[in-house]
Structure formats: structure tokens, C-alpha cells
């Protein structure tokens, strides 16, 4: 019995550790401004983010190359990613898992054959750190003047089977129309961004 409680809850926890929602404190707030910063891309260049951004804005969209949730979503960040910056909104991703969890060959394959925009690495997680970004996929949508507009999840749905919000979506369409956004901040869900210092796996 005290066999099968432990098999229990060490699953409970293993399901709350990949599925975590976002955290709702900390980090950089909705009508925050950011100010531009330089990391290295996959592409071994460095890049600010003032020169990935359209001049609509930009969307940091933090994403890891092992992530069940994040590969889900794989079509329709792409999908969204080619339709708004066609409206001058890009799509820039972030990793910031350790190296342990993610190699940077694995991580740079994955950005070459799943995503159709740049990939920053975020080298002992600071920008996640400075964001406050605890999963992935999760998204921030900045201005062309850099302010934060939305903050949390794509969509409300992982499986795409089932999509009643399209968060993201909506938001942009606002942003591009000079409308107020009506959900400026939902839950993210997905997997947790592995921390220098977390286990690699």
C-alpha cells in the first residue's frame, strides 16, 4: 500500500513539474518597457532585439527542443509566426534550459527544423530570470515601442483539438487595430524552463 501511495504522488509531481503554470509574480508586467539587449543566436551571431523586432512589434516566445507541450504547439506557432509578420509583428525564440537539460546542438537542430524565425540562447537563464518566464511555450508581445501588451499563453488549449481562445491572436489583432486588449495576461502551461542548477533531465 505505502508502495503504491509513493508510486502515486512521485507521478503527481512529475505531472506538476512539466505542467506547471506560469508564476504570477515577479518579472517584467504588462506596460513595462523593455529595453533592447544582445544574445547569441543558434546562428552563432549576435543579435539585439531591437533588429528582430517588426515595426509592428515583436513576440519573445521562450521554447525548449525536448518539451512534449512545446512540439504540440509546433504548426501553430509557425502558423501564427508567418501570418503576423506579414503585419510587421516577428516572432523572436528564446531557450533557456541549462545545457545539461539541452545541449546547444540539440537546441540548434531543433531551431533549424522546427521553427521558422531566430533562436536566442539564453546562456545561465537571465532574460527568463529578468521575465519571470517559468514555462514553455510562453509568450510575451511587446510593442514597436518595446511596451509589454500580453503576457501568458498562445491559446487555451495543448492539444489544438479543442481551441476556444485564441489569446495570441486576438491580442495582435487589437494591438494592430490601436484597440485595447481585453486579456493583456493569461496562465502559460507547458514544461518548466530547466535552470542552471536543475537536474538535465
Request: glycine letters at 8%.
Amino acid at each position: 500500500m505505502k508502495q503504491k501511495a509513493f508510486v502515486f504522488f512521485a507521478i503527481l509531481s512529475l505531472a506538476t513539474f512539466i505542467f506547471s503554470p506560469t508564476a504570477t509574480a515577479g518579472g517584467i508586467e504588462v506596460g513595462a518597457t523593455l529595453e533592447d539587449f544582445t544574445m547569441t543566436g543558434t546562428d552563432g551571431k549576435e543579435h539585439s532585439f531591437n533588429s528582430l523586432k517588426g515595426k509592428n512589434g515583436a513576440v519573445i516566445i521562450f521554447l525548449s527542443a525536448q518539451c512534449p507541450v512545446v512540439k504540440a504547439y509546433i504548426e501553430r506557432i509557425n502558423s501564427v509566426a508567418a501570418d503576423y509578420k506579414a503585419k510587421g509583428i516577428n516572432f523572436i525564440g528564446v531557450n533557456s534550459n541549462n545545457r545539461q537539460a539541452e545541449s546547444l546542438e540539440w537546441v540548434t537542430s531543433d531551431a533549424a527544423t522546427n521553427f521558422k524565425f531566430p533562436m536566442l540562447i539564453d546562456t545561465d537563464n537571465k532574460l527568463a530570470d529578468k521575465f519571470g518566464a517559468t514555462v514553455t511555450p510562453e509568450v510575451y508581445f511587446f510593442d514597436s515601442n518595446n511596451v509589454l501588451k500580453y503576457h501568458g499563453a498562445i491559446d487555451n488549449d495543448r492539444s489544438g483539438k479543442n481551441i476556444q481562445e485564441q489569446y495570441l491572436r486576438t491580442a495582435f489583432d487589437a494591438a494592430l487595430m490601436n484597440k485595447p486588449i481585453e486579456k493583456t495576461k493569461t496562465n502559460a502551461f507547458g514544461c518548466t524552463i530547466k535552470r542552471v542548477g536543475m537536474a538535465g533531465k
